[in-house]
């Protein structure tokens, strides 16, 4: 499950960049500025009774469609999920991933 925390980091001298909840969105939306590719597009699954709904979101960007983990109780938290899916996939296909489980860890050079 991703951290709490809603800030970034860089750690200076080690090329990292941390990609923490609050920024997945953000982040996602830079890579496909820098890569020129159309913005990301978000998908929403509702599940649930009006007063106890769910949330889970789909990602689409380059082509590819990323799917949140798990039903979130907020729409905005479903949307990073999906985004922090689309960031380690990208990361994991272009080599650029740190071992470091949690926070996520990417090389900045993929954005």
């Known amino acids: 499950m991703p951290?709490?925390?809603?800030?970034?980091?860089?750690?200076?001298?080690?090329?990292?960049?941390?990609f923490l909840p609050a920024f997945f969105k953000n982040q996602l939306i830079e890579y496909a500025q820098k890569s020129?590719?159309?913005?990301?597009?978000y998908n929403i699954i509702k599940e649930g009774p009006e007063h106890e709904r769910r949330y889970k979101a789909t990602?689409?960007?380059?082509?590819?469609t990323y799917e949140s983990p798990t039903y979130y109780l907020n729409l905005k938290k479903?949307?990073?999920?999906?985004?922090?899916?689309?960031?380690?996939?990208?990361?994991?296909?272009?080599?650029?991933?740190s071992a470091v489980p949690n926070p996520l860890v990417i090389s900045l050079s993929i954005l």
């Open 3 to 18: 951290s709490s925390f809603i800030s970034s980091f860089f750690f200076h001298g080690h090329g990292f960049l941390c």
């Open 36 to 41: 020129g590719l159309p913005s990301p597009v």
């Open 59 to 64: 990602v689409v960007i380059d082509n590819e």
């Open 78 to 97: 479903a949307e990073h999920g999906a985004a922090e899916v689309a960031l380690a996939a990208i990361a994991a296909k272009s080599g650029k991933i």
